[in-house]
């Protein structure tokens, strides 16, 4: 059996589509689309229902990919460490909010630039056009709060990221402790808000985790999609925001913003390291997803 057929096939059936698998494999969508009929005709079987939105495997098809693809895999691992013994590495492809991977991932992986690793970063806070970008081979991996159901991806858990409630001193000396914990975010009546988006979605999420409501009607004073941004606001004094902790302990320690409120159980968001179901197979790929969840463990 031709083993391009083979890498073809499991192509689209990772992928889910032809379109997304041609992109991947860097070939045309008819080619994609021959080369699996000519499979289908070998076998005697069809591999795919098609879709009106891209196809699903038959059990047949099923069946081969399970068999096939950790084999393909193989072969892949050891053409790419080949290729690297060669000198020649890939350039990695990172996508993710600005500030984690400016703060987090980026010196993470930075050692990796000494033994001749490139890197490339799409710094964007959208996760469901990053995850996009990398079905269609536009990343190689992406770091996202939102984990990705179903599609052509391998998700984990990277880490957890505290969120901390805090405002400038001055804000802070007008919220009474005993009272916040007594009638909860109503105690922060007249505060203003800074977020990253006009729906609050981390002062939302804090609100429901810690006080068991929601913001009701309030808006945001200052929208500014960049955490880092939301900092130095909060830290001159525009209002109160939600924050992760390693985003602003240093401004914490220093005093320059106070945490208004210390719960027992702090509301807590998980990192996921995506990557497109197989690629680990690439060698410069598994050194960097290794090494960030090597990394991760002391975040």
Request: charged share 20%.
């Amino acid at each position: 059996m031709d083993l391009a057929l083979l890498r073809t096939f499991v192509a689209v059936h990772r992928a889910g589509s032809f379109t997304r698998a041609a992109t991947l494999l860097g070939l045309s969508q008819p080619a994609v689309t021959s080369q699996i009929r000519t499979l289908e005709r070998q076998l005697g079987r069809p591999l795919f229902h098609r879709r009106a939105r891209g196809v699903t495997p038959t059990a047949v098809g099923d069946e081969l990919a399970h068999k096939a693809a950790p084999h393909l895999d193989a072969l892949l691992r050891i053409a790419e460490t080949e290729r690297q013994t060669a000198g020649a590495l890939r350039t990695l492809h990172l996508a993710g909010p600005p500030e984690f991977l400016t703060l987090r991932v980026l010196p993470a992986l930075a050692p990796l630039v000494g033994h001749g690793q490139t890197l490339r970063t799409v710094l964007a806070a959208d996760s469901e056009e990053n995850l996009a970008g990398l079905a269609a081979g536009q990343h190689d991996l992406v770091v996202t709060t939102a984990r990705p159901r179903g599609g052509p991806f391998t998700a984990g858990a990277l880490c957890d990221e505290e969120q901390v409630l805090v405002a400038a001193p001055y804000w802070a000396a007008l919220v009474d402790p005993e009272e916040l914990v007594a009638k909860g975010a109503e105690a922060l009546d007249g505060i203003p808000v800074v977020e990253v988006h006009e729906s609050l979605p981390l002062v939302t999420r804090y609100w429901a985790a810690v006080f068991d409501s929601l913001p009701g009607s309030a808006s945001a004073t200052v929208v500014a999609p960049d955490l880092r941004a939301v900092l130095e606001c909060v830290r001159a004094g525009a209002g109160l925001a939600v924050l992760p902790r390693y985003l602003c302990q240093d401004a914490l320690d220093h005093g320059w913003v106070v945490a208004l409120l210390e719960p027992d159980v702090p509301p807590l968001r998980t990192w996921f390291l995506v990557v497109r179901t197989g690629s680990l197979a690439l060698a410069h790929l598994a050194r960097a997803h290794d090494r960030l969840l090597r990394a991760a463990a002391h975040w």
